[in-house]
């Protein structure tokens, strides 16, 4: 069953990506890593297997501040998600990743369309080439 398929139960109403800027608490980084590994990372969550791709997908910066964006279907910017990525990170910020009004999902022309759009897809690729690896440098520090 693809992701959108799992979140279509979960009554989310609006689709959106958000760049998500976090950085471990102090403490918790061994724990992320295990969660990870486990593959336990968000386990109970509508959200399933979206939060190991997000740890896959994420940069770090000189700050060791986490970048990534996130597909979120909550009224709310990642309500479901929050207390989940709060067990590990502070977050910095969370804001839309691209213009609503460009959404297909949010303009009604396309349910669920934060699934497979490719509207971030710039922004996921200049975020790719910034900063390290951030389950790279989280290994690194934890070996």
């Known amino acids: 069953m693809g992701y959108a398929a799992r979140r279509v139960g979960c009554q989310k109403l609006l689709g959106m990506r958000y760049l998500v800027k976090a950085r471990v608490k102090s403490g918790r980084e061994p724990h992320l890593v295990r969660a990870i ?16 791709h997000n740890m896959d ?5 000189d ?8 597909t979120c279907f909550c009224d709310q910017p990642l309500a ?3 207390p989940y990525w709060e067990e590990y990170f502070e977050l910095l ?9 460009n959404c297909r999902h949010e303009n009604g022309t396309e ?3 934060c699934c497979d759009c490719d509207c971030t ?7 790719a080439t910034q900063g390290t690896s951030f389950s790279a440098k989280l ?5």
Request: proline share 2%; charged share 40%.
């Open 37 to 52: 590994d486990d593959a336990t990372l968000g386990k109970g969550s509508i959200a399933g297997d979206e939060y190991l």
């Open 57 to 61: 997908q994420a940069r770090v910066n």
């Open 63 to 70: 700050q060791d501040v986490a970048t990534w964006v996130e």
């Open 80 to 82: 479901e998600e929050r």
């Open 93 to 101: 910020s969370v804001k839309d990743a691209h213009s609503r009004r």
């Open 111 to 113: 349910p669920w369309a």
């Open 121 to 127: 897809k710039r922004l996921e690729e200049r975020l």
């Open 139 to 143: 290994r690194a520090s934890n070996d």
